[in-house]
């Protein structure tokens, strides 16, 4: 209960001082909204906005496919997550933090939601408009390091379709950071590899979706269209920040 009180005096304050700290209005607007959420005790889980419009990444994702899976999918995972107290997971953390306390004795509801949040806000990153198909390729160091983890780009490529595809049911698959040396990995439902709960954990570099909900208006059953399709728009730029940064 202090920790909740803390919590809120924080933020309140924290809100207050950017008020006056900063001079725009729009800021000024801002920080009275987030003082006023961390007063009232709003929900603590938020849907982002996306870095581009619904229709951004036609031909390869539908506009439909995409404001369906942002704000039905995406925004049920953040309701639910919302309207069910923590366990064990503490919702102040940051949201890293949370996944990495992901283990078996954490509610599925929990461990399910709080993956549908946090995997999607980063699959959107992982996103980036490419309506005239230029060649998408990786560049610099993470380009160099898939290079040595998998001999070409070509392979890792490949292999990275090929677990895509075999994953049964609903799943992710991956491209981690292990030990400093590249993997690709797939985990079930919203599970990720933060999770204590993942065959296979590290810090992760890059993401895709693989819940017919992300491409079924489109592709229908056409799994591997959709798979060959999304490598026209990973967003490498955001892959080698989050590789950079581990
Ligand atoms: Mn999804």
């Not at 995972?77 to 102040?92: R, V």
């Not at 999304?230 to 080698?240: F, H, L, P």
Request: charged share 20%; proline share 4%.
């Amino acid at each position: 209960m202090d920790d909740r009180r803390n919590f809120l005096k924080k933020g309140a304050l924290l809100g207050l001082t950017g008020l006056f700290a900063n001079m725009g209005a729009k800021d000024k607007l801002d920080d009275i909204e987030n003082a006023a959420t961390y007063l009232s005790g709003s929900p603590a889980f938020k849907l982002p906005a996306l870095p581009y419009d619904y229709s951004a990444l036609e031909p390869f994702i539908d506009r439909l496919t995409m404001e369906i899976h942002h704000t039905k999918h995406h925004q049920a995972y953040i309701d639910k997550l919302n309207n069910t107290p923590s366990t064990n997971i503490d919702y102040q953390a940051d949201d890293q933090t949370m996944c990495k306390s992901v283990d078996q004795s954490t509610s599925p509801v929990i461990r399910n939601n709080l993956g549908g949040y946090y995997n999607h806000c980063l699959f959107w990153q992982l996103l980036k408009p490419n309506p005239n198909n230029h060649a998408n390729l990786p560049s610099g160091k993470l380009a160099e390091a898939i290079n040595k983890d998998f001999a070409s780009f070509e392979n890792f490529r490949k292999e990275f379709s090929e677990s895509s595809l075999k994953i049964f049911g609903s799943g992710w698959c991956w491209l981690i950071l292990q030990g400093g040396k590249l993997k690709i990995t797939t985990t079930p439902n919203q599970d990720n590899p933060l999770m204590k709960v993942a065959a296979e954990q590290g810090s992760i570099v890059l993401a895709l979706d693989v819940w017919e909900h992300a491409y079924y208006l489109k592709y229908q059953n056409r799994r591997t269209e959709y798979i060959n399709n999304w490598w026209n728009i990973a967003n490498w730029d955001k892959a080698e920040e989050l590789f950079r940064s581990k």
